[in-house]
């Protein structure tokens, strides 16, 4: 069984620019979360994808958005880049309606300059 | 409002000893699930134990226990047996069964846990 990736690992970006950052949901599992966290923060939620619609934000500006594909796959992609943006972006995955635990990916380090 | 409260910034045991990290909640659901992660320097965000907010009992996952008081609205991490490699981030994290089956996880701002030699 293979577990949650995401790619890439690290990214420098330039304010302004724009960013898309990928996850492999791990298999049998339809729901894809996305998280940031900040430095010495806990995650925030960003938002969820289903069935490839959203279900489900956070409170983050229309400039983060996603897609979910229909292998389950999922990517985030965030516009007009800011330097609060640097963070580390978690992506998990899960079974939709199911309560066990979310299985986290590795996460991609953004740096914005 | 739902909140996750974690006091302890850091905290330090020694090798082979029991520490407690502590976790408060609030929430008015009576239907939720508490979570505890734990986040090495590398990033990764590992599950360590899950208490469902019915369970009668409290959960228990090899070295690691969930003390559930449930009038106090806490859920202590327990960890046995400290090891050099527990060394980490911990993060208690809350999730709600809200409309839409949403779950979103709401998350504390974590300890920071150092196993000395």
């Known amino acids: 069984e293979t577990g949650v990736t995401q790619s890439p690992t690290h990214l420098i970006k330039t304010r302004g620019q724009q960013v898309t950052l990928r996850c492999s949901s791990q298999s049998g599992h339809n729901t894809v979360s996305w998280y940031q966290q900040a430095l010495g923060q806990g995650p925030q939620f960003i938002f969820q994808?289903?069935?490839?619609?959203?279900?489900g934000r956070g409170n983050f500006p229309p400039r983060f958005s996603g897609l979910q594909f229909p292998n389950y796959s999922s990517e985030l992609n965030v516009n007009a880049l800011e330097l609060d943006d640097s963070a580390l972006y978690l992506c998990?995955?899960?079974?939709?309606?199911?309560?066990?635990?979310?299985?986290f990916g590795n996460g991609t380090r953004l740096t914005v300059t | 409002a739902q909140k996750i409260t974690q006091t302890q910034p850091g905290m330090f045991v020694q090798e082979k000893e029991a520490v407690t990290l502590d976790c408060t909640y609030d929430t008015s659901d009576p239907s939720y699930g508490l979570f505890w992660y734990k986040q090495p320097s590398s990033g990764e965000m590992i599950f360590l134990i899950y208490q469902g907010s019915y369970d009668q009992q409290n959960a228990t996952e090899g070295r690691y226990s969930l003390n559930f008081q449930k009038a106090r609205k806490s859920a202590n991490l327990v960890i046995s047996a400290s090891q050099l490699g527990d060394s980490a981030m911990y993060f208690c994290a809350m999730s709600l069964n809200n409309a839409g089956n949403n779950r979103k996880l709401i998350w504390g701002l974590g300890t920071s846990l150092a196993v000395n030699p």
């Open positions: 998990a995955s899960s079974r939709f309606r199911d309560a066990r635990p979310l299985h």
């Open positions: 994808y289903y069935r490839e619609e959203e279900n």
